[in-house]
């Protein structure tokens, strides 16, 4: 069984509590009318979390959450609330498989069975892509990273879900890494060795923090010019929307100085023969961007 297929879930931190919160919050609105309206007050029910697709699942904990949480807001919990996960976050599941059951409140299940299937059937899909990629560049000792692309406010469980799909989460925020792009390199007037310069200047200031530095090129002159100057301050190259040939050429011309990354319009067709040029890293903004949700059902009937 390969390392990647289980993930050891994380306790859920303030931030993603308060964003199930408003997503419960949004989503209910004043209340759950229709429910109001058509179901007993006492009534308990069970729901089971059903795959209609193919992949691999991500966001389990999430789902638990979002009842218990949805009970605990309107302060009308069940003494019979169970949960029970069937898999793990990061297992392959087939069309038809179980994941979880959950025992409530009918109005516990009908009013947070779509905020729940959205962070699961989001976070799945996120996990499922992110396993093609990691599968596709086997062997090769290639890194899938993911990006800050994410959904607004949804980076802590995008990056979780890439996690469970055995990828690896690049920088979090801004905070966390230097790196140095296209856009920070033409505000110098497009001069790599003066940004160079400056950076070097600004990790000379003893309060400074220290966190790695990384640097974006679009060309073999430019990355001549970080190999030249760059040494002891740049950890990580990122070559952007280079050629095969040209990959093959940084790599070489590299020989191992710095850690290198592949970036720009990577597809499941083309990252094994990017991943064969011999960079460390892939950085992948579509394992976020352009996710498909995996299609994943709440079947619920009255409980026994």
Known sequence: MPPYESIMRHPLSDIERQRIRIALVEDGGRE???TLATVGEEAEGVGTFIAKANGIIAGIGIAEHCFSLYETIHGRSSPTFEF???VDDGESVQTGDMLASVRARMHTLLAAERVALNFLQRMSGIATLTRAFVNAVEGTGAIILDTRKTAPLLRPFDRYAVRAGGGTNHRYSLSDMVLVKDNHIAANGGDIGLVIAKLIEFFATPDCAVVPVEIEVTSL???DDV???GLGIIDRVMFDNFTLEMLRDAVRMNNGVFETEASGGVTLETVRAI???GVNFISVGALT???????????????P
């Open 289 to 303: 961007h352009s996710v498909r949700a995996l299609d994943i059902s709440l079947e619920i009937e009255p409980a």
């Open 221 to 223: 002159e430019q990355f």
């Open 32 to 34: 759950d009318v229709t």
């Open 227 to 229: 190999l030249r100057l």
């Open 275 to 277: 991943a064969e040029t």
């Open 84 to 86: 029970v996960e069937i």
